[in-house]
C-alpha cells in the first residue's frame, strides 16, 4: 500500500503554510487599515507628509493597505527563500524583518525635520508602522521551517 503525504514545507499559495502566510499578509493589512481609522477618523490625526517644497501628500487607507500587502509578500518571500536554503530560517528572517522594521520607522522620524509634518502625523505613522509589524512578523515567523 502506497501512502501520499503532503510536502506542508512548501510555501505555495494551496498548501497550509502558504495559506497561513497569507493569513499573516491579510493581518497586516487589516491592522494598518484599523490603525488608520482610529487615527484619522477618529482621532483627527492629519497624516500627511510634503514633497519638495509645496505638494502635500495626505495618506490614505488604500496606500496603507497596499504598502503592507507589498511589505508583508515580500518577507514571505524573502521567508520562503530561508526555509528552503538554511535551517535557521526562523531566527534569520526575524532578525531581518525587525531590521526591516527599524528603517521603516526612522523614515517618519527622519522626516520630521525635512518635510515638516506634524508631530501627530509623524507619531501616527510611528504607531502605524509598529501595529502592521506586531501583527506580521510574530505570526510569519511562527511559520517558519524548524529542524
Known sequence: MLTITPDLTTTGPGTRKGRSRALCAAGGALAGALAWTVEVPLLGIRLNFRYGT??????????????????????????????????????????????GLAGSVALPLAAATTTA???????????????????????????????
Open 117 to 147: 509634518t506634524t508631530t501627530s502625523a509623524i507619531v501616527g505613522l510611528v504607531v502605524m508602522h509598529l501595529t502592521i509589524g506586531a501583527a506580521v512578523i510574530p505570526a510569519m515567523a511562527h511559520t517558519a521551517r524548524t529542524r
Open 54 to 99: 509645496s505638494h502635500i501628500e495626505i495618506i490614505a487607507v488604500s496606500e496603507i493597505i497596499g504598502a503592507s500587502l507589498v511589505a508583508a509578500l515580500l518577507g514571505w518571500l524573502l521567508l520562503a527563500v530561508l526555509d528552503r536554503r538554511t535551517p535557521h530560517a526562523r531566527t534569520l528572517w526575524t532578525g531581518m524583518a525587525l531590521a
